[in-house]
């Protein structure tokens, strides 16, 4: 099967502790990537971070890192020293290299408090 | 500023009128996404075409949704006869087919009320 699970709906944290978004996929392809997007209350989509199936390490871009942990499937977003501005929805999202396909995740509400 | 335009930004319309939704992807993407976004469901794929070719519908009820693109530079989709249920923001997205960065490019979206 085909799926992107994010189990947590809702996340509180205080400003510049770090956060850590689960995501976890489910596919038996090989040859995938996941990566993360982030939705301000603007509505706009704005492209973080992308992990390739056959990456040996760990994306990372500025404050975002993607903890890809292959044979337990898991994709997570971590954000360091998090922000006032990162108070977003999160949709972790995966494609496929066969056929192009991506789908997305329910998405993560992340609430950064002063 | 190369961008994918989605029409219209907003729609209001009534229990069983037609709605249709356009969306012009970026010049020189081939493939391109169809999504529908609602608190409950997240981001849902609805269909996606490469090359023109739908590959993937299955995420749309066939009943009463369905989704073209005559031509390289538009996408369609139509809820014929539109409900309440399919009030949400409908997001087009496109890019190239085998580049691999996980970067999509989406449009604005268009946010239908059903009522």
């Known amino acids: 099967a085909q799926k992107i699970t994010q189990t947590q709906p809702g996340m509180f944290v205080q400003e510049k502790e770090a956060v850590t978004l689960d995501c976890t996929y489910d596919t038996s392809d090989p040859s995938y990537g996941l990566f993360w997007y982030k939705q301000p209350s603007s509505g706009e989509m704005i492209f973080l971070i992308y992990?390739?199936?056959?990456?040996?390490q760990n994306a990372t871009e500025g404050r975002y890192s993607l903890n890809f942990q292959k044979a337990r499937k898991s994709a997570n977003l971590v954000i360091s020293a998090s922000q006032l501005g990162d108070s977003a929805m999160y949709f972790c999202?995966?494609?496929?290299?066969?056929?192009?396909?991506?789908?997305f995740g329910k998405g993560t509400r992340l609430h950064i408090l002063p | 500023d190369a961008r994918v335009t989605q029409t219209p930004r907003h729609k209001v319309t009534e229990m069983g009128q037609e709605v249709t939704m356009r969306c012009q992807p970026i010049?020189?993407?081939?493939?391109v996404f169809w999504y529908r976004q609602t608190m409950m469901q997240g981001l849902e794929l609805l269909a996606y075409f490469r090359n023109r070719a739908p590959l993937d519908d299955s995420g749309m009820p066939k009943d009463r949704f369905s989704a073209e693109m005559p031509d390289a530079t538009l996408a369609t989709l139509k809820i014929q006869p539109s409900e309440p249920r399919d009030s949400a923001v409908y997001f087009c997205a496109s890019v190239l087919s085998g580049l691999n960065t996980g970067e999509l490019f989406f449009g604005e979206g268009s946010r239908l009320t059903v009522l």
């Open positions: 992990q390739g199936s056959y990456d040996q």
């Open positions: 010049l020189g993407h081939n493939t």
């Open positions: 999202a995966m494609s496929w290299h066969r056929d192009d396909k991506i789908i």
